[in-house]
């Protein structure tokens, strides 16, 4: 616990957990517990871990450089690609919901050309009924 900040000045480790100097000075004797929320600041600025401000669900995940690492990623991502990666994300979702939209709307389209196929079947059978009978009817009174 106490080798998180030794090695470190005291304004540097004000500025990380923003505890009093006096306070820190006692944590340096080690006549004061370090207390759980700066040292998981502390961890989280010193080693980079992310799963000690953050939880176990961030084990692996460490900040280095400015940098996240992830596990399953050879290399670390700057805050500009991770803000570009949510927006494709939300990008994606959106177009996935106008994809929805548009498959509904093909679908309803579907049905109403298949509707006018049937009328205009059923139109042709007509017609093709009332040429007959007009041709029957002239051919009786010629």
Request: glycine content about 8%; hydrophobic content about 35%; proline content about 3%.
């Amino acid at each position: 616990m106490n080798e998180l900040i030794y090695g470190i000045n005291i304004e540097k480790i004000e500025r990380i957990t923003g505890e009093d100097q006096k306070v820190i000075k006692k944590w340096k004797k080690g006549t004061k517990g370090i207390s759980e929320p700066s040292l998981r600041l502390l961890r989280l600025y010193l080693n980079g871990d992310a799963s000690a401000l953050l939880g176990d669900e961030w084990k692996g995940y460490r900040f280095k450089g400015n940098l996240l690492y992830i596990p399953e990623w050879k290399n670390g991502f700057p805050p500009h690609e991770i803000r570009a990666l949510f927006w494709k994300c939300q990008k994606v979702w959106s177009l996935e919901r106008e994809i929805e939209l548009l498959k509904r709307e093909l679908e309803k389209r579907n049905k109403e050309f298949d509707n006018l196929e049937v009328k205009t079947a059923f139109y042709r059978r007509q017609l093709v009924l009332e040429s007959k009978l007009g041709m029957i009817l002239q051919r009786s009174f010629i």
